[in-house]
T-cell receptor, first 112, second 112 residues
Framework: EAQVTQNPRYLITVTGKKLTVTCSQN?????MSWYRQDPGLGLRQIYY???????DKGDVPEGYKVSRKEKRNFPLILESPSPNQTSLYFCASTSRIHMAAFFGQGTRLTVV | QKEVEQDPGPLSVPEGAIVSLNCTYS??????FMWYRQYSRKGPELLMY????GNKEDGRFTAQVDKSSKYISLFIRDSQPSDSATYLC????????????FGTGTSLTVIP
């Protein structure tokens, strides 16, 4: 089954404790992205990658890091999480041919 | 001015009604247009995908794109309670790389 898999689905952590949210896709898509979704603000792009070892900032990159060492994986790293990073996070992958994004099920992060 | 404008609703209709959801946009370079359905606490699910102008039908769903007016629509016929969700429009141009532009979503409730 074609899918984008994020882990964990739910995470509660404390301010300053580094964490990683993993994302993996099995569709051989070239493009991958991370979004956060907040009430009233919609989906905002954090980082995106157009190929292995190629990443770029989206609209809200501050406080986040990403890496793309393999085509299928695109982890999101919060080096020092803060409460304003409490949000619902989505990973997405996109085929460069069809240009439609497919989303993971989301990671609900709470930073206390 | 936002790149994509979408009426947030909420929209409440009786079962069996025809639902019309709309987005307007400002960037004439957009080429690919999508509608996503998002259930509460789930990831956005691709519902309809259209390249350039025209209509596309899939079962009870019809997507319309009018590039001259910079206006896209999603019609749902014979609406069902299971259609109750938030609907997001999205668009992208190859010139913008992997940068999607999303509407903020319209919340729809179909009352049995």
């Amino acid at each position: 089954e074609a899918q984008v898999t994020q882990n964990p689905r739910y995470l509660i952590t404390v301010t300053g404790k580094k964490l990683t949210v993993t994302c993996s896709q099995n569709m051989n898509h070239e493009y991958m992205s991370w979004y956060r979704q907040d009430p009233g603000l919609g989906l905002r792009q954090i980082y995106y990658s157009m190929n292995v070892e190629v990443t770029d900032k989206g609209d809200v990159p501050e406080g986040y890091k990403v890496s793309r060492k393999e085509k299928r994986n695109f982890p999101l790293i919060l080096e020092s999480p803060s409460p304003n990073q409490t949000s619902l996070y989505f990973c997405a992958s996109t085929s460069r041919i069809h240009m439609a994004a497919f989303f993971g099920q989301g990671t609900r992060l709470t930073v206390v | 001015q936002k790149e994509v404008e979408q009426d947030p609703g909420p929209l409440s209709v009786p079962e069996g009604a025809i639902v019309s959801l709309n987005c307007t946009y400002s960037n004439s370079a957009f080429q690919y247009f999508m509608w996503y359905r998002q259930y509460s606490r789930k990831g956005p699910e691709l519902l309809m995908y259209t390249y350039s102008s025209g209509n596309k039908e899939d079962g009870r769903f019809t997507a319309q794109v009018d590039k001259s007016s910079k206006y896209i629509s999603l019609f749902i016929r014979d609406s069902q309670p299971s259609d109750s969700a938030t609907y997001l429009c999205a668009m992208i141009s190859r010139n913008t790389g992997n940068q999607f532009y999303f509407g903020t979503g319209t919340s729809l409730t179909v009352i049995p």
